[in-house]
């Protein structure tokens, strides 16, 4: 009989190892030891490997900050995107620099042929943050290309600022990151003076 509780927690924990390591250097075995599952047990619930796990980390992922991002643009833009950044810049210091982004760490490896599921989720990812941001920017003022051009650059400058500080040791790429963003959200969102 399937328990969903195993299952979650193989998904949870190849998530965190992924956001660790990278999909590559990962093995379904290391998997199953990470989530303290026999590793049988990791090829009857992802009959597809290492990649429907893959890609379903990343869904859970996805889906779970996108939970979160909601709950952070409930003020608005600029709180939202400082909860955001902060979320990030959490999970690279509680991790001395080790960990990252599971969705952006498996976009940017190569996958073998045929093999897309897990790229095509951390697209999915990327377009559901993007559009929460780009409805937040909406609501507040931001016009239709300014919002989707703005949201779309939050996301990727975050990505890249988490990927950087990982480098740097330091969470300088992100505060620099922060301060950029939220003068652009503030200038996208100010309706224009008449004058």
Known sequence: MADPVARDRMVAGAADMIRRRGLNATSVRELAKHASAPLGSTYHYFPGGKQQLAAEAVTFTGDHIARLLT????PGPIEGLRSFLALWRKVVESSDFRAGCPVLAVSVEDLPDGESAPHQAAATAFAQ???????????????????????????????GAIAMS????????MDRVAAQLESLVRAVTTPAQGG
Not at 71 to 74: A, C, D, K, S
Not at 129 to 140: D, G, K, N, P
């Open 71 to 74: 709950e952070y643009l409930r």
């Open 129 to 159: 943050w993007t559009a929460l941001l780009a409805a937040s920017l909406r609501e507040h003022g931001a016009g239709e290309a300014a919002a989707e051009s703005t949201a779309t650059l939050i996301v990727a400058a975050a990505e």
């Open 166 to 173: 990982r480098a740097e040791r330091s969470t300088t790429p």
